[in-house]
């Protein structure tokens, strides 16, 4: 069935048409295939071939934040567009919980009687109230480097990190930070890049992991 235009209007059609046209802009064959299913996955919901060379993961990343929702591990995200960006027909498979705190009224007073950003009160309730969950970051650097903090001070226990916070002021740092460490197991990419699209591809793309369909 096609469009007007010639468009195909398949949802699976479209979708396995632009994989196809991913094969052909980045090499993946460096990949096993749960890697290169988050390469694309993440590639397909940015149009952007590049990010080939600057996702990256711990040793243990994947294999780790794949079977920690496999065990209905709670998810975490910075902010509300990544929680939008997550499959909940995969989520509700395993019995996971998806959480933002970033919006609730008592986290933005608390940030302003702090002198802090949403995002760090945020992520201290979050790591209060879940603090082996996997953590999804896509916007908020200082979400980041407060969530590696807690860590450091025995405070957080993520059962990984999904962290790939997009911007100009403290991104790429947080990130780097991020991929220095052995532990929690991460998922990340280099550079400025990333963004609410991208961690929520990324925690779907672990979701099929999980799910042995890759």
């Not at 149009?47 to 496999?70: K, M, T, Y």
């Not at 910075?78 to 959480?99: E, L, P, W």
């Not at 705190?101 to 945020?122: F, M, N, Y």
Request: aromatic share 6%; charged share 20%.
């Amino acid at each position: 069935m096609t469009g007007p235009w010639g468009y195909d209007l398949r949802p699976q059609e479209i979708e396995n048409q632009s994989f196809e046209i991913i094969d052909g802009l980045a090499d993946l064959a460096r990949f096993s295939p749960a890697e290169t299913a988050l390469v694309k996955r993440v590639i397909h919901a940015t149009g952007d071939p590049s990010f080939v060379d600057l996702v990256a993961w711990s040793p243990d990343g994947i294999d780790a934040a794949a079977e920690a929702l496999r065990r209905g591990a709670p998810i975490v995200t910075d902010v509300n567009m990544v929680r939008a960006g997550i499959s909940q027909a995969r989520v509700a498979r395993f019995g996971c919980t998806v959480h933002c705190a970033i919006a609730d009224p008592e986290i933005a007073e608390e940030a302003r009687s702090r002198g802090l950003t949403r995002s760090i009160v945020a992520v201290e309730k979050a790591v209060r109230e879940h603090p082996g969950a996997v953590f999804a970051f896509g916007n908020a650097p200082t979400a980041l480097f407060r969530l590696l903090e807690l860590v450091d001070a025995g405070e957080a226990r993520p059962a990984a990190v999904v962290g790939v916070v997009v911007g100009f002021v403290g991104a790429a740092e947080s990130k780097a930070a991020l991929m220095a460490r052995q532990a929690p197991p991460w998922v990340s990419c280099r550079g400025n890049k990333g963004g609410s699209n991208v961690a929520a591809s990324i925690v779907n793309a672990l979701l099929k992991v999980a799910a042995g369909e890759v």
